[in-house]
């Protein structure tokens, strides 16, 4: 029986294979496996000139406007993943933009050393078909969704559409915002802010060693967050750490009124709107240039909804 | 250390060869000692010292029963129980106490709530009491049958009945008369393959890809994500959670019972298809079996079970599922949670002593969706230890009227199918159709190790870990 049931296995995984193979179906089923088939997508594929890393604030960059760029910023985690993933592969990006907001989230050890993993990394680099992107659950759910279409599903982003900000003092999005306010304004731990810089400081040292050239970013959230206690004190470090006279930055003075979903995470068109931004920065910096400052500029176009 | 981590697979690997190695079979309880101390403090190395001093406790009050004066018995059997009664309390509820009876500047308080919670003690204490018990009472076993005359020979079984690493942090909660008796060599040619494999199969395929994936969805739970959904996307989240709390611990034990019978021992089912149950008792029969008749055995009974009047009978049943439900953690929520279930089979009891119920398969399955159905509203508790959480969840669900969310509802639909279409195998059993599906079961399993390897979830702890 147990032969019998190996063989089965193993022509499952055979099919499987082939059908990967001829049929990519790719899909994200949640937060983390987004998570990991992203960092997969970066260490199994072609090289980027400029990496982007960050926590879910700049995962929420619209990509498709950025090309050339890769985005190793994770939902639920911070920098130091995506410095850590990066620091793992054998690629070499010539910048590296690495978000500000986030700074008291540590490594995520039990996601490095999954992606990072000396077993399973070269096996998933060999075999395509065992990536996350290509379980078979989330094929099946694809095709499912697909079949039914999306907007019937209420497959198209049902969760943002919930905690899009409206008026009213009820809403969640107000009750998420109240949160959010306690967070932002509490004064982070030094002794803890202090070691997440000195492993900043390293990691940065390390990349501009091998010519990597860093330039760090704020994105935006909601107004009444964006000059609180933790930011203000986030920033009054990254001046400390990486003094503007040697480190270039992007940032979007007192946020800009941009909308947020839930005060910290930017909607669709405003990600947009800032992906914009940013693009036009990243590039004029890159091209040696400083760019007007950030509060003169124009507002970016809103896309119609 | 993880069931489901490479450095687990390469522990038991290890102690697999040099267990049974011939020349080495003398050895074989120490070798088994000292992986499941590896195990227990791999990642907290000096939570080993507390198991020792929990194990000594039992060494010295089992061994005294036995071979000391026989007018001290009794003292000895209550100081063995008392004290690992007294580790639980003061390892497990110290924060409860501090912060329901100290007020937040007390030093006490302070010092209380600061108290960790060293993994698997629950397991170990409980197994540790029915040594206690069953040597007192010598119902099962003659004490000198298992209890060697050398204190070392003694202290080195006890440490291996209370730290075997299977069981060790997670259960099944092993009985010392169901275990001590198994104590001896073991040979390579006794092991049952095809049984141990199904087991392993199985119990891993609920934890990593049942339970692992479920977890990533029923995170929408927390508060206060789940203001966000809508009143369907809420209710399947509460049935998501359900199956994944069963594949999460039947899983764990299904490994556990595995792992075991690899080593030449046996442990009872921990599990049997409780969601077909159509009673709150019946679920009781079959949910976390070695906890609920461990309550049975050593403290419903004792506390004269339904010896005593109506009245006491509803009394035991009431203390037995609050202290039940407190086992399970250290906050109010889950004293709640006992009693809820408490309420439930005192209710149950009193219909059924008073109202004759006929038989049909429709009023099985409409007791059988009320079971469920009054079981998954409980695990919110589990989830949400808050009370006032628990209230906003069903605030949220009448208020929050609507569908959307559809593709959170698929994949917890995808990803439960497996733990219902388990139980609807076993309440086939007996039919034709079956039992000619058994002859193919290697389909089943083997579909299972082709998804253990293409479709894990991310490697989380198990859920009953934190009790």
């Known amino acids: ?305 | 250390m993880l069931f489901n981590s490479f450095a687990f697979v390469i522990l038991v690997i290890i102690t697999f060869i040099l267990y049974y190695i011939p020349r080495l079979s003398k050895i074989q309880i120490p070798v088994l000692v000292i992986a499941s101390l590896i195990f227990y403090g791999y990642n907290q190395p000096v939570l080993v010292l507390l198991l020792l001093f929990s194990v000594s406790i039992n060494i010295l009050s089992s061994y005294k029963v036995t071979y000391g004066d026989v007018r001290n018995r009794k003292m000895w059997a209550t100081f063995g129980v008392v004290l690992n009664l007294a580790v639980l309390l003061f390892f497990k509820y110290s924060p409860l106490i501090g912060n329901t009876f100290f007020n937040a500047p007390s030093s006490i308080g302070e010092f209380l709530i600061t108290i960790p919670l060293p993994i698997g003690i629950s397991f170990f204490t409980f197994q540790g009491i029915s040594l206690m018990v069953d040597v007192y009472k010598e119902n099962h076993f003659t004490n000198t049958a298992v209890i060697p005359r050398s204190l070392r020979a003694h202290s080195i079984r006890t440490l291996f009945f209370i730290g075997f690493f299977p069981q060790l942090v997670a259960g099944p909660i092993v009985k010392a008369h169901d275990f001590m008796p198994q104590i001896e060599t073991k040979k390579i040619e006794n092991i049952n393959w095809e049984q141990c494999f199904k087991l392993l199969v199985l119990g891993y395929f609920l934890k990593m890809v049942i339970a692992d994936n479920l977890k990533e969805f029923t995170f929408w739970i927390t508060f206060p994500y789940f203001q966000g959904l809508k009143t369907i996307p809420l209710i399947g989240l509460l049935l998501g959670y359900s199956f994944q709390i069963f594949a999460d611990f039947a899983g764990y034990s299904l490994i556990a019972i595995g792992l075991a019978k690899a080593f030449g021992y046996s442990f009872r089912d921990n599990f049997n298809f409780p969601y077909i149950s159509t009673s709150f008792k019946e679920f009781w029969k079959r949910w976390h079996i070695s906890l609920s008749s461990f309550l049975m055995e050593y403290l419903y009974i004792p506390l004269g079970g339904n010896k005593k009047g109506k009245i006491r009978t509803y009394i035991n049943l009431m203390l037995t599922m609050i202290l039940g439900g407190l086992w399970h953690g250290a906050a109010w929520s889950y004293a709640v949670w006992g009693t809820f279930h408490g309420v439930a089979l005192a209710v149950e009891r009193f219909i059924t002593d008073k109202i004759k119920i006929g038989k049909s398969l429709f009023i099985d399955v409409l007791k059988g969706i009320m079971v469920f159905g009054f079981v998954t509203l409980a695990w919110l508790l589990f989830k949400l230890p808050e009370f006032s959480h628990v209230i906003e969840y069903f605030k949220t669900m009448m208020a929050n009227q609507g569908i959307l969310s559809g593709s959170l509802l698929l994949y917890i639909m995808l990803y439960s199918l497996p733990v219902i279409l388990y139980h609807i195998n076993y309440l086939l059993r007996e039919r034709k159709v079956e039992v000619n599906v058994r002859k193919m079961e290697y389909l089943p399993y083997g579909f299972m190790v082709f998804l253990i390897i293409t479709n894990s979830g991310p490697a989380g702890a198990f859920i009953y870990f934190q009790f």
């Open chain 1, 1 to 305: 029986m147990i032969r019998k049931a190996l063989l089965t296995a193993f022509t499952l995984l055979l099919l499987h294979a082939l059908f990967v193979y001829v049929n990519p179906i790719s899909s994200s089923q949640y937060a983390w496996q987004g998570n990991t088939i992203k960092a997969q997508q970066f260490i199994y594929g072609d090289a980027s000139e400029s990496i982007i890393v960050g926590s879910s604030l700049s995962n929420r960059l619209v990509m498709d406007s950025l090309q050339g760029m890769t985005n190793l910023s994770f939902s639920g985690q911070g920098i130091f993943d995506g410095l850590s993933i990066l620091n793992h592969s054998s690629k070499s990006p010539r910048l590296v933009f690495i978000e500000t907001n986030i700074m008291m989230r540590d490594e995520n050890e039990n996601f490095t050393s999954y992606i990072n993993s000396p077993v399973l990394s070269p096996i998933k680099r060999a075999i395509p078909s065992l990536r996350d992107e290509f379980q078979p659950v989330g094929i099946l759910g694809e095709i499912i969704i697909r079949t039914l279409k999306k907007d019937e599903l209420g497959q198209s982003n049902d969760l943002e559409e919930m905690t899009t900000q409206r008026s009213g003092d009820d809403t969640f999005f107000q009750k998420m915002l109240t949160l959010q306010a306690e967070n932002y304004n509490q004064t982070p731990d030094t002794t803890v802010l202090r070691a997440r810089f000195e492993d900043l400081a390293k990691a940065v040292e390390n990349l501009e060693v091998n010519g990597v050239r860093v330039i760090f970013f704020e994105m935006p959230v909601n107004e009444t967050l964006c000059d609180l206690a933790e930011p203000q004190m986030i920033r009054e470090y990254y001046r400390r750490y990486f003094p503007e006279s040697k480190y270039d930055y992007i940032r979007v003075p007192h946020c800009d009124g941009y909308v947020t979903t839930d005060g910290a995470h930017l909607g669709g068109a405003e990600a947009l709107r800032y992906t914009k931004f940013f693009k036009r920065h990243a590039e004029a910096l890159a091209a040696g240039q400083h760019p007007a400052p950030a509060s003169a500029t124009l507002p970016e176009q809103i896309p119609a909804p």
